[in-house]
């Protein structure tokens, strides 16, 4: 087997979940994960090496945690240490690749040293906020130089990195995938008159997800007598300022906010829902989702019909017939296209099941993992 380096700064986050999907889903390669910590071993299962960066002692780790508050927590932590060197020569690791651009970067010294040939992904904020900040500014055009490939999600995320620098020849698409299998499927009916409808929101409390825009829709059509219950599922920077938007719009008798859950949770809550919703913006700073959210792909999977943005690539995502899209920062158009579809509820049904059937043909980590592995073979010319 070919022995691939996986580089990143936590295996494994319960926001990363693409992640754990594709390291378990390899089937021609051997994945080594490099990292500088672990964490949720039982949720998120993984048999194969771990290599972790070790401390280079006290004072270097104060140093560090110092830097990182001043730069940014990926700015110091670099891969290329001897440990690290160490073990890619004992596992025979023939390929680095970088999730992140920021890791990327982090691994540069480590390829320079090796001699291994080094694929980066990039995911959304990393080539959306970050190139606009020191010290990635001056970093990129380096890792763009000598990285071999460069993997995004779909068209969108493709020419923002070439319109920062990256060659154009070097970008290729990567779909995100998931295990469909994993997320059980339910085909959505009406309910009961009396009962309110059940309307879901998952992500961070970061203004590129959108949330205060879904919560004035929500509030819109609530106000306008339609009887609905809106789960919020995450937690973040801003959350004083949507708890006050709840408070200022007397929203509390229909909105929760049930914070960071864990995978479980999140699936058995949209199998518990009617409607997602994911309206994500490009923020003030130039944030973006740069690819979209996994949880458009989750959602799908469920049978849930979606409602967002045409925001980064989202459109390439989502089925035509499995969701419905609305312009950036338009909680007004939003709040129409949610009563619309609220009023038909006999158009559920069909758009699960072209969101079921999309996932399962465009998304199966199974089905990606081996165009990845085929990439890793081309690059070493096997």
């Known amino acids: 087997m070919l022995t691939i380096a996986q580089l990143a700064h936590t295996f494994f986050k319960p926001t990363l979940t693409w992640l754990h999907n594709t390291v378990t889903a390899f089937k021609r390669v051997q994945p080594v994960c490099v990292g500088s910590c672990t964490a949720n071993a039982v949720q998120f299962p993984f048999d194969g090496p771990i290599i972790l960066l070790r401390s280079r002692g006290a004072v270097v780790r104060l140093w560090t945690r110092g830097m990182q508050r001043i730069r940014g927590v990926e700015y110091v932590l670099d891969f290329n240490t001897c440990n690290v060197r160490r073990s890619l020569r004992r596992y025979d690791v023939r390929v680095l690749h970088a999730h992140f651009g920021y890791n990327g970067c982090r691994t540069l010294r480590l390829k320079q040293n090796t001699g291994l040939p080094m694929v980066t992904t990039f995911y959304g904020e990393d080539v959306s906020a970050l190139p606009k900040r020191e010290p ?76 205060l825009d879904a919560l004035e829709a929500v509030r819109i059509v609530h106000d306008r007598g339609k009887a609905v219950n809106f789960d919020v599922i995450g937690d973040g920077p801003l959350r004083d300022e949507v708890e006050s938007f709840i408070r200022l719009h007397d ?19 949209m199998n518990a829902s009617d409607l997602f ?63 619309t579809l609220l009023r038909q509820p006999e158009k559920w049904a069909g758009m699960g099941r072209e969101g079921r059937r999309w996932i399962e043909n465009r998304h199966d980590v199974r089905k990606l993992a081996a165009e990845l592995e085929d990439r890793y073979f081309q690059l070493t010319g096997q």
């Open 136 to 211: 990635w500014k001056s970093r990129y055009p380096r890792l763009f130089e000598e990285g071999e490939i460069f993997l995004v999600e779909g068209s969108c995320m493709r020419d923002r990195l070439a319109n920062i620098g990256c060659p154009r020849e070097k970008i290729e698409i990567q779909r995100i995938g998931i295990y469909p299998e994993r997320y059980p499927f339910r085909e959505r009916r009406p309910r009961p008159a009396a009962e309110p409808l059940r309307l879901l929101f998952c992500g961070s409390f970061r203004e590129k997800k959108g949330l």
């Open 251 to 269: 929203m509390g008798s229909y909105v929760r906010l049930l914070g960071f859950q864990d995978h479980t949770a999140m699936i058995h809550a």
């Open 277 to 339: 919703i994911s309206p994500s913006v490009t923020a003030a700073d130039g944030d973006s989702e740069g690819g979209a959210p996994t949880t458009i792909l989750e959602a799908q999977a469920c049978g849930l019909p979606v409602l967002a943005t045409t925001h980064a690539d989202i459109p390439n995502v989502v089925s035509p017939g499995s969701a419905e899209l609305v312009p950036e920062r338009a909680p007004e158009i939003l709040a129409d296209r949610l009563k």
